[in-house]
């Protein structure tokens, strides 16, 4: 999915109409309209005042929750407050368990 489906689906969710959205994000109704059909790309803040007028993560609307998988998540999760050490630990794992294609 493209960003300018999720946040039609994320709006539609929400049960608010693209001139809601775009009061809400401060941008034209029609400025709204072209994003959600994929004709133009925002700018970052207005990207983040989507994410907060749809409550949605900004990963969610940029469709990079999907492409993370459950198991990548659950190492980032346990990899999280690890000390530095044990962070070069678990990375000279994970190289050997994938080498370079070099190698």
Do not use: K, W
């Not at 459950?70 to 000279?92: E, I, P, T, V």
Request: charged share 25%; aromatic share 2%.
């Amino acid at each position: 999915m493209n960003l300018g489906s999720v946040a039609h689906a994320a709006r539609a969710r929400a049960g608010l109409t693209q001139a809601e959205v775009a009061r809400r994000v401060g941008v034209q109704l029609e400025v709204y309209g072209r994003i959600e059909r994929g004709e133009m790309f925002p700018s970052v803040p207005t990207l983040r005042r989507i994410c907060v007028a749809l409550e949605i993560p900004s990963d969610a609307l940029l469709g990079l929750e999907a492409r993370q998988s459950s198991g990548l998540r659950q190492l980032l999760d346990a990899a999280r407050g690890l000390r530095h050490s044990q962070l070069r630990l678990l990375h000279r794992l994970a190289q050997s368990l994938h080498p370079s294609p070099r190698d």
